[in-house]
């Protein structure tokens, strides 16, 4: 069996992350479909957990620097995997219990402080309950849930692989 060198590893995380926000990008901006704010949560995990791969990949960490990276992008991945959850939620809520739609993110970091504007968002909205496009029968939220235990599960692994 095929077995890669643990910094391939960490720099197939990195790719991975950011082809995901490379689609999610191409989906704003080509396909015009815009990002509620729980997506752009969602994103920004996704770039931390990526630039948590590329800094191992760059590291080529030993076995206490792998717990480490390991750590952190678990962390980050069930963060997001949170985020992602709560727009599940919202998007399997009956018409009637989905929330109103509120402001944008922008509008709210401008006039709320920011434990308020997280309270605001985490809550949801209407357009974050809005289902716009499928994959295989899956919202991009019930995907990126998926995608985010995905690599909670490959930081695990990576942090418990001996060195190739």
């Excluded at 739609?101 to 970091?109: A, D, H, K, R, T």
Aim: charged share 15%.
């Amino acid at each position: 069996m095929l077995k890669l060198p643990q910094r391939a590893c960490y720099a197939m995380g990195f790719l991975f992350c950011a082809g995901l926000l490379a689609f999610a990008y191409y989906l704003q901006f080509e396909r015009h479909l815009e990002p509620c704010p729980l997506c752009i949560f969602q994103r920004l995990f996704y770039a931390a957990a990526g630039m948590v791969f590329l800094a191992a990949a760059i590291h080529n960490p030993g076995k206490i620097g792998r717990i480490m990276y390991g750590i952190l992008a678990l962390v980050l991945s069930l963060g997001g995997a949170t985020v992602a959850g709560r727009q599940v939620w919202l998007q399997h809520l009956p018409a009637d219990q989905v929330p109103e739609c509120g402001p944008g993110l922008n509008y709210m970091l401008e006039v709320f402080p920011l434990n308020k504007t997280l309270k605001m968002v985490f809550q949801g909205s209407g357009e974050c309950a809005r289902v716009d496009w499928r994959l295989l029968g899956f919202s991009i939220a019930e995907w990126s849930l998926l995608i985010f235990l995905l690599l909670a599960v490959s930081s695990l692994f990576l942090s418990k692989r001996k060195n190739a």
